[in-house]
């Protein structure tokens, strides 16, 4: 039968939309609570939707009874907090999973194509229903960082480079595209990122605000992406050679986020 997926992602996997020009008082990133959460980096997160509506960051299928990242409880004491995030997240109307905002300390262009990683939001989902994606509205003014999404996790000949100035706003396809952001800054990056499930309602929301996969990427010098692809390659193969001396199975490269 195959999933309900949008058409507007079908080329690239992911969709840029119009920036958000309203201004958001940062109070309702700072203010709420995060939790230690390791994904992708240096991060902490803070849930405004979760499995059971406490505040923890687990994947839906890990709670009782397991189910995919689809009808995410809203934590009344965070929401409260973060009233203009939340509208947000519910703007489009479409079904709601994890809903959270992550804190990503800075971090090089190494560190994040060692961080890139395929998303499990899937997992558990029904054939025949709403391929669960991901939107990232990127809260704090990070002209210099950027999102890398790439086909293949080791292969830089389809990398995309999306600039994350205050509010950029992207939905990504985040089980199909490897990804992760490379943060150039002093202080921590902020960035809501809600899992919708694809249908009408998400279509809709991605016309109204013109989503189209963008040719508009982030410059990178050749000297450092092929020094950022080599060290890439140097930290794949110490840690395979790390699990390898346990006698271990080696362990996924990254932590789904
Ligand atoms: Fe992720």
Redesign the pocket.
């Known amino acids: 039968m195959g999933y309900i997926k949008s058409a507007a992602l079908d080329e690239t996997g992911f969709v840029v939309l119009d920036s958000y020009n309203e201004p958001v008082d940062p109070k309702e990133w700072l203010d709420i609570e995060y939790v230690d959460w390791k994904?992708?980096g240096d991060t902490r997160f803070a849930p405004l939707a979760s499995a059971k509506g406490e505040i923890e960051c687990n994947g839906f299928w890990n709670h009782q009874p397991p189910r995919t990242d689809k009808d995410g409880v809203w934590i009344d004491s965070q929401t409260e907090l973060a009233p203009t995030l939340t509208a947000r997240a519910k703007e489009p109307g479409a079904n709601v999973g994890r809903c959270r905002i992550i804190e990503l300390q800075p971090n090089s262009y190494a560190d994040c194509l060692y961080n890139l990683?395929?998303?499990d939001n899937n997992r558990l989902n029904p054939d025949g229903t709403g391929w669960v994606v991901?939107g990232f509205f990127n809260l704090t003014d990070d002209k210099d960082s950027y999102f890398v999404l790439r086909e293949n996790r080791t292969d830089p000949s389809i990398e995309y480079r999306i600039a994350l100035p205050a509010g950029a706003q992207l939905i990504v396809d985040?089980q199909r595209l490897w990804?992760?952001v490379h943060h150039q800054g002093d202080k921590p990056r902020y960035c809501l990122i809600t899992s919708w499930t694809s249908g009408p309602e998400l279509d809709a929301y991605i016309e109204k605000y013109h989503g189209k996969p963008t040719t508009d990427y982030y410059p990178v010098s050749e000297e450092i992406r092929e020094a950022g692809q080599a060290e890439q390659a140097r930290r794949d193969a110490a840690r395979a050679a790390y699990y390898a001396a346990k006698g271990q199975k080696e362990k996924l490269a990254m932590s789904?986020?």
Do not use: G, I, N, V
């Open positions: 994904s992708s990683h395929q998303d991901r985040t990804h992760a789904e986020a």
